[in-house]
Structures are given as C-alpha cells and as structure tokens.
C-alpha cells in the first residue's frame, strides 16, 4: 500500500465551520483551506443528488472529492479516519455541529437551512387552535432561522413564547437533537406545552418521550399545525416493554464506536449494575449497529447505549427487546418506571 501524504500543515488544526446551504462561502473556505481530499457525507435523505453534488464540488473547488456511501444520521456519525484515510476535510450535510463530540478531521458542516414559512400565517394559524398560551418553541437546525420571528409574532398574539439554551451538546438556543432536548426540558416548568417547528414526526415524538408536556408541531413549508402527541400512550408501550424483560438473566449492552455516540463508561457502570443484580451482561462492541449482527445469540434482551433512538424508534428490527440505559435500570428494579426518563446523550 502506497505511504498516507501527511495532512498539509494547518489543516488538521484548522477550526470546523458552519454554513447555511452549500454555496459560494463553502467553496472559497474549503480552497482558502487547501484540502488535499475532501469526503463529502449527506444523511439518507439526500443521498439521490449526492453523486451530483460531489462533481460540482471537484470541478469547483479543484481537488478530488471522495463520496461516503454510509449516509449519517447526525454530526455524531462523521465519516471515520479509516472511511476516508486520504481525506483531510470532510463536508457534511444536513446538520449542526455538536459542540463537545471528538473531532474526526477538519470539517465543514452545512446545515442546509430553510427560509421558506409565512411566519405571519404560521403564527394566525397557531393563534386560532386551542394550543396553550404559555409555549415552549423548539425548531430543527433547518429551521431555526424562523424562531425569532415566530416568537414576537406569538407574542403580538398574546402568548408567552419561551426559548431554551440546552446543554453543550446543543450548538443552538431551541435546537432540536434527537438525542437531546436540554432546551425544552430547561423551560418545562414555565410552560403548558411544546411546539416543535420542522418536518416530521421524528423530534416531536422524541420531545414527547423526554418531556411531559403535550407536543405540538408546526410545519413551516406545509403550514400545517398537529397535536397534541399522546405521550402517556408512547410511553406505557415502553414500560410494557420494560415489563417483558425483567427477568432476563442474559443481557448484550452494545456500544457504538462512533465519536458521538460512544457511551463505554455507560455500558461498563451498566455491565456492574448488572452483574450487581446477578445477571448475565456481555458488551457488544460495533462501530454501525447493525441488527443482523446480533442475530442468533444467546442473550434475551438488549440496552442500548448508542443513539437513544435506536431503542426507540427501531427496537422492532433487533431480534430481542432493546431498552434505552434508562429503562434498562427500571427493569433491574433500580429506577421507578414513573416517571419515565428519557435517555437524553448529554
Ligand atoms: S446520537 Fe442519534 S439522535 Fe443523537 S445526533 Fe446522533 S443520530 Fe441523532
């Protein structure tokens, strides 16, 4: 194999940077920068224009750009030293920073935000349901620019709109992160419901786990107001699940490699938890999860220490229960199942 070129002197030091959309700024900072070779990672959702994407961005910026087959699903998940080795910048589309995850390489992250929403309709549209007057705003990164505005036309209306910072996993004031709803947990107390503005059922249903307070959401391109989430349904259906597995003397505790989701002094304080209880708890290493892996064996149950929403969202495709840490100290008998407690990654 051919010696790796070190990375030009710099470029490994250099600060990541943050864009709106992948347009002129993007290409001048990445040739300021002189990339020797760039990998560009998009999530799932835009992998169709990702081939395109990538040669418009070798002919612009001049130098060879490497397209990650594996999408992300978040800034947790950037493309690894030994995904792209040659790579010295990577460009990653489709979210914002998280401040306190290890850095990987020199990235760019564009967040590819969305102007678009009427906000003087959207807020004659929330104004004349029965949503509650005392709201908390929570937005996805796209469209975190509509929060502000969102907020004073809310209070010309006679609402109490609250905005709340979050943790140091969270680059903004009122972002979502489905791992993280620091914001909307640090305004609970002063208000009567959450309206999360964006696409989706993802993050609404996430804010409905890891807060009690109803849900709204708002979609700014569609105009469509919907709500309330029943969240005493979503979770009871969890803590039925807590329930089926509180006698399983065999658990798997697995754990992701990547950068952001990497929970290993979770998973061994689990593993003791455990042990303590006299069960049986083996940690699965892995750097992509992968439900096929674990087929076959000898284990009743699963918990989860990667991304929170794995448990969550995609129990159903592992071959055993997956439990979030949380849930899975409920079902050792060491939480109480009320209140329920999201596994918020901080
Ligand atoms: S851990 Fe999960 S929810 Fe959090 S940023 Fe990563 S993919 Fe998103």
Not at 12 to 20: G, I, S
Not at 53 to 69: K, M, T, W, Y
Not at 104 to 133: K, Y
Not at 336 to 344: A, G, H, N
Request: charged fraction near 25%; include cysteine; proline fraction near 10%.
């Amino acid at each position: 194999m051919a010696p790796q070129a070190a990375i030009p002197p710099g470029l490994a030091e250099a600060p990541d940077q943050v864009f709106a959309t992948v347009g002129p700024e993007l290409r001048e900072a990445a040739r300021r920068l002189g990339p020797r070779r760039i990998v560009l990672q998009v999530p799932a959702g835009l992998v169709r224009n990702a081939s395109e994407l990538a040669a418009r961005l070798r002919e612009e910026i001049g130098v060879p750009v490497d397209l990650a087959s594996r999408a992300c699903f978040g800034a947790c998940d950037p493309p690894l030293a030994d995904e792209a080795p040659r790579a010295d910048l990577a460009i990653v589309l489709g979210h914002a920073p998280i401040p306190n995850a290890p850095r990987v390489r020199t990235t760019f992250f564009v967040e590819m935000r969305e102007p678009a929403g009427d906000v003087p309709a959207l807020a004659e549209v929330i104004a004349s349901s029965p949503i509650p007057r005392r709201l908390g705003l929570v937005g996805s990164v796209q469209h975190l620019d509509l929060l502000p505005p969102l907020e004073a036309a809310l209070r010309d209306r006679g609402f109490r709109p609250r905005v709340g910072r979050g943790d140091r996993r969270l680059a903004y004031a009122g972002q979502a992160l489905g791992c993280n709803y620091t914001g909307a947990e640090e305004i609970a107390g002063e208000v009567e419901a959450l309206l999360f503005v964006g696409t989706g059922r993802f993050h609404p249903l996430g804010l409905a786990f890891a807060v009690d307070r109803p849900v709204w959401s708002v979609d700014p391109l569609r105009g469509q107001l919907d709500g309330p989430i029943d969240r005493g349904e979503l979770v009871r259906r969890r803590q039925l699940l807590v329930a089926s597995v509180r006698d399983a003397r065999r658990w798997g505790i697995l754990v992701s490699t990547f950068p952001g989701q990497h929970r290993s002094p979770t998973a061994l304080a689990l593993q003791q938890r455990a042990r303590a209880r006299g069960r049986e708890a083996e940690i699965l290493l892995a750097q992509r999860l992968d439900p096929g892996d674990l087929l076959g064996r000898d284990v009743d149950a699963f918990v989860c220490t990667a991304c929170p929403r794995i448990a969550l969202d995609d129990s159903a495709n592992y071959p055993k229960p997956v439990l979030t840490p949380p849930e899975f100290l409920m079902a050792l008998g060491e939480l109480p199942l009320e209140p329920y407690r999201f596994d918020t990654y901080h």
